[in-house]
């Protein structure tokens, strides 16, 4: 594994967090308050979040394909992959499973926490591959 203490971090956040649903690492890894996709978020809301998602997909899993590092950010394509079993307010369970990419790029701050979060994948892939018609009307 990486040496760049930035790098560990990030691994054990999708190891631990995404793949293990252990959301206490989260004030570990994110600052008291930083940004998500440029909108304001602290650990604890973003815990509940993703608590909710690992009900929905309860095998959930975070699979770190590629990773880049910069002197200002490391950045990950990580591999989602899951069985959904809880259901959507719009999504009864199907049951069906999914797989999915998508880029992270986290910025820290010099305290070694993520300041910025930047976060894209194709939702829209996911919920085809749960059987939702998502064409355009």
Do not use: C
Request: negative net charge; without cysteine; proline residues 3%.
């Amino acid at each position: 594994m990486d040496e760049d203490p930035r790098v560990q971090s990030v691994m054990r956040y999708w190891q631990e967090a995404w793949s293990r649903g252990r959301v206490e690492v989260l004030s570990e890894f994110y600052a008291a308050t930083y940004r998500e996709n440029d909108e304001a978020n602290t650990p604890e809301s973003f815990a509940g979040n993703l608590l909710r998602w690992r009900e929905i997909f309860p095998d959930f899993q975070a699979d770190v394909d590629r990773v880049w590092t910069t002197p200002g950010a490391v950045i990950t394509r990580v591999v989602y992959s899951g069985t959904h079993r809880g259901d959507f307010t719009f999504l009864q369970a199907t049951g069906r499973a999914f797989r999915s990419s998508g880029l992270d790029v986290f910025e820290f701050d010099t305290g070694g926490k993520v300041v910025q979060h930047w976060h894209e994948t194709d939702h829209w892939e996911l919920f085809e591959q749960l059987g939702v018609e998502v064409g355009q009307s």
